[in-house]
């Protein structure tokens, strides 16, 4: 045999059980999801699983997931967000403004993957939507100009009504922008916007007795994540005392939302392996 040929093979030979040792461990790409309320998150999450699972990232085979939540106790976020970074996972996807934030805090070489904040530029997590820079992608629900459009229709609902009840998060950066944003559009509207805030969720009885003491003709509720994973004591409210509510959205738009960011998630981080 020649020399040439010699070398050939055994190069051949020699990569042969490396390839099938890979064939027989696919790597595993590890994913770290930081929520604010996992059970009120499920199906979100579920969706997300479904449209990578769509492109033949099955999970335990060649994707693992990292699941932290904050059980609605936003304060939490930033010691869960330092946990999964210390984990070297390949990408941190965040839920909500004040979880994207606690991520960014976390590391600034990790890539996060912003699911749904409502102002990143406004609430100074990322540059641009064109140009976001860091280590920071993804989807915004960003409408702050809907918040008049909201106003309008409750008022349109509610003929001959003076005064709104708004209820937003305090420690949430963009519920606050969205406040600003439903105050000046009611004001424009000649009609009062009464502020209601809520911190955690255990002080939501206490801010119910509080709207239904200021007699307001209707109630807006600003999106957040407390807010949201509060949805259905809040509509279990509205129906009770018979007060017109306005939300954000359906959770049909924001499951949809997550199902198609699990399509185009592995883009944003370079996964190509599949089982």
């Given amino acids: 045999m020649r020399r040439r040929e010699f070398i050939t093979l055994f190069g051949v030979a020699a990569a042969w059980p490396l390839t099938a040792h890979a064939q027989q461990r696919p790597k595993i790409s590890r994913i770290a999801i930081l929520v604010q309320t996992q059970v009120e998150r499920k199906h979100l999450i579920d969706a997300f699983k479904q449209g990578l699972y769509e492109l033949g990232y099955v999970e335990g085979q060649n994707v693992a997931f990292e699941i932290r939540s904050a059980e609605g106790e936003t304060d939490r976020l930033p010691k869960l967000a330092t946990e999964l970074a210390s984990l070297q996972v390949a990408v941190i996807l965040a839920d909500t403004t004040v979880a994207v934030h606690a991520a960014k805090q976390?590391?600034?070489?990790?890539p996060i993957v912003m699911g749904s904040p409502g102002?990143?530029?406004?609430?100074?997590?990322i540059s641009s939507l064109a140009h976001p820079g860091g280590n920071l992608t993804g989807t915004t629900t960003q409408a702050p100009e809907l918040s008049r459009k909201r106003v309008q229709l409750l008022k349109e609902l509610v003929p001959g009504a003076k005064r709104f009840a708004v209820l937003w998060e305090?420690?949430?950066?963009?519920?606050?922008?969205?406040?600003?944003?439903t105050e000046n559009a009611a004001r424009t509207l000649e009609v009062e916007a009464q502020s209601f805030v809520l911190s955690t969720p255990a002080e939501l009885e206490e801010v119910f007795r509080a709207i239904r003491k200021a007699a307001a003709d209707g109630l807006i509720v600003v999106p957040s994540g407390i807010l949201f994973s509060q949805k259905r004591h809040?509509?279990?409210?509205?129906?009770?005392?018979?007060?017109?509510?306005?939300?954000?959205?359906?959770?049909m738009s924001r499951l949809a939302a997550w199902h198609v960011m699990g399509r185009i998630f592995p883009s944003y981080i370079g996964m190509t392996h599949r089982s």
């Fill in 106 to 110: 976390a590391t600034n070489k990790i």
């Fill in 119 to 125: 102002d990143p530029v406004g609430t100074g997590l």
């Fill in 170 to 181: 305090s420690s949430n950066l963009a519920s606050a922008e969205n406040w600003r944003e």
């Fill in 234 to 251: 809040l509509a279990e409210f509205g129906i009770k005392y018979r007060l017109p509510t306005m939300f954000e959205q359906a959770n």
